[in-house]
């Protein structure tokens, strides 16, 4: 079985972006570091999930690690 290719980049959360409406989810939004200019923020629902199943949510100034995974390894070039 292969490993998908990934990176694995920190980050900090800089922002929590209350929702005005009680059905839609707050938003956190996280400082990646390494990132470039234009993609050095990145917002996501704040409405996570622990190793138990529990719900749970990021606080302002939590150290996050962002992974981005490819889905298919044929449509990556080697270098």
Do not use: C, W
Not at 8 to 31: L, Q, R, Y
């Amino acid at each position: 079985m292969n490993k998908k290719p990934s990176a694995v980049m920190s980050g900090t959360v800089e922002t929590i972006i209350k929702s005005p409406f009680p059905n839609v989810s707050e938003k956190a939004e996280i400082h990646v570091v390494g990132a470039g200019p234009l993609y050095r923020e990145i917002r996501i629902d704040n409405s996570l999930t622990n190793e138990n199943g529990e719900k749970v949510s990021l606080k302002l100034g939590a150290q996050v690690e962002v992974t981005i995974e490819a889905k298919a390894v044929s449509k990556i070039a080697n270098k």
